[in-house]
Nanobody, 121 residues
Framework: QVQLVESGGGLVQAGGSLRLSCAAS????????MGWFRQAPGKEREFVAA????????YYADSVKGRFTISRDNAKNTVYLQMNSLKPEDTAVYYC??????????????WGQGTQVTVSS
């Protein structure tokens, strides 16, 4: 069992930056690939970024490529999402998720509760 807790969301102006964190419980964090997803009001949840078990491989949604960076620290059981050049359309609740497979499958094993990111124009 893995419990995930996101933090770091907030209100930021367009063009600004935020760094989200997702802290995982348990000693098996390194056995999971990790991903970030987001859900805007009235829209379906969408993929944002993913990182492999060791952190050596990553991939991103086209909408965030070049602006967002996913990373992980297995010693701290934490995955991060650095978000730069934020746009109003990045406004959403951001979720982290854990998956034993990489690339991520459609049925992720564990989800966090989400953190709100609001980008004002």
């Amino acid at each position: 069992q893995v419990q995930l807790v996101e933090s770091g969301g907030g209100l930021v102006q367009a063009g600004g930056s935020l760094r989200l964190s997702c802290a995982a419980s348990g000693r098996t964090f390194r056995n999971y690939a990790m991903g970030w997803f987001r859900q805007a009001p009235g829209k379906e949840r969408e993929f944002v970024a993913a990182i492999s078990w060791s952190g050596s491989s990553t991939y991103y949604a086209d909408s965030v490529k070049g602006r967002f960076t996913i990373s992980r620290d297995n010693a701290k059981n934490t995955v991060y999402l650095q978000m730069n050049s934020l746009k109003p359309e990045d406004t959403a609740v951001y979720y982290c998720a854990a998956d034993r497979d990489y690339p991520l499958t459609l049925s992720l094993d564990f989800w966090g509760q989400g953190t709100q990111v609001t980008v004002s124009s």
